[in-house]
C-alpha cells in the first residue's frame, strides 16, 4: 500500500473522528498500535492538528463508514491524482555541514583499523566519495597533513551497530575470497604435477627399449635342451641310431688329383 501523507497528523484526525480501532488506524498510517494509543492518551504528539484524509482524497466517508462497521475490516487508500511522498531508497549517508570536516579524520581510522573494509563500504559508513578515500589511503588528499585518525563512531558519523554490520561483512567477503584463491591454487598445482607425472612417464617410454638380460638367455637354452631331448624320447628310431655304428664318410677324389 502507498505511503500515507502526514501520517501522524492523519492518525490524530481519525482517532479524534471516527470510531475506528486502534489496529485499523495503524495499518492504515504505518505505526505501531502502541503508539496510536499513546497518541489517543495524549502521551504522543501533544498539540499536533489532525490532517483530514477526506479532504486531502486520502480517504471516502464511504470507506470510514464500512471500516467502522467492521473492526475486522481495513481501510484502502483511495485513487487520487495527487504525487504520494516516495520511500528513500537506500543511498550515501547523509553528513551534517558540522561533522563534514571530520569525514577524513573517520576514513583515515577506517582504513588503518579495517582495511577488508571496501571503498563502497566506507562511503556509504561515512557518506563521502571514493576520491577521498583514496586520497587519503594514497595520502595525496590536500590537508593530509592536518588528518588524524578518529573512531566515526564518536564522531557521531555513523552508529555502531551499522559499522560492526559492515565489518562482518567485510570479513565474510574476505574469507570467500581467500578459499577462492586457495582452491584455484591447489588446481593449478595439481594440474602441474598431471603434466609433470605424463612427461616423465613419456620420456622414460622413448629412452629405455627393450632389454635381453643373460637369465632370459640361459632359460631360452634350457628350454631349448628340454625341447630337443623330449623329442627324442619321443621318436623310437633315435635308441636304433645311437646303437648302430655310424658310417665313415668315404672321401672321394677328384681323378685329375690323382694323375
Avoid at 498510517?29 to 497518541?39: F, N, P
Avoid at 558519523?157 to 560492526?164: P, Q
Avoid at 619321443?234 to 685329375?256: R, V
Wanted: charged share 30%; with cysteine; aromatic share 4%.
Amino acid at each position: 500500500m502507498s505511503q500515507v501523507l502526514m501520517p501522524k497528523a492523519t492518525a490524530v484526525w481519525l482517532i479524534e473522528n471516527t470510531a475506528l480501532t486502534f489496529d485499523q488506524i495503524s495499518d492504515f498510517c504505518g505505526l505501531h498500535s502502541l503508539e496510536v494509543q499513546s497518541i489517543a492518551d495524549g502521551e504522543a504528539s501533544i498539540g499536533m492538528v489532525g490532517y483530514d484524509p477526506i479532504t486531502n482524497g486520502q480517504l471516502t466517508k464511504e470507506e470510514i463508514d464500512r471500516c467502522g462497521a467492521d473492526p475486522e475490516a481495513r481501510l484502502q487508500l483511495a485513487e487520487t491524482n495527487i504525487p504520494r511522498p516516495k520511500i528513500r531508497t537506500k543511498g550515501p549517508r547523509y553528513t551534517p555541514v558540522t561533522r563534514r570536516q571530520d569525514r577524513p579524520d573517520a576514513i583515515a581510522w577506517l582504513v588503518k583499523n579495517f582495511p577488508e573494509l571496501s571503498d563502497g563500504q566506507i562511503s556509504k559508513l561515512v557518506g563521502t566519495t571514493k576520491p577521498t578515500i583514496n586520497g587519503v589511503r594514497d595520502r595525496t588528499h590536500w590537508n593530509i597533513n592536518n588528518i588524524k585518525p578518529r573512531d566515526p563512531v564518536a564522531l557521531g558519523l555513523v552508529a555502531r551497530e551499522d559499522l560492526t554490520a559492515a565489518i562482518e561483512k567485510a570479513k565474510r567477503a574476505a574469507e570467500r575470497a581467500e578459499k577462492r584463491e586457495n582452491k584455484e591454487r591447489k588446481e593449478s598445482s595439481a594440474q602441474i604435477e598431471a603434466v609433470e607425472i605424463e612427461n616423465t612417464d613419456t620420456v622414460s617410454l622413448t629412452s629405455s627399449g627393450p632389454k635381453i638380460s643373460n637369465k632370459n638367455i640361459a632359460l631360452t637354452e634350457s628350454e631349448e635342451t628340454e625341447n630337443t631331448s623330449s623329442e627324442n624320447s619321443d621318436n623310437p628310431f633315435a635308441a636304433l641310431g645311437q646303437l648302430l655304428p655310424q658310417k665313415k664318410e668315404t672321401e672321394t677324389k677328384d681323378p685329375s688329383e690323382e694323375q
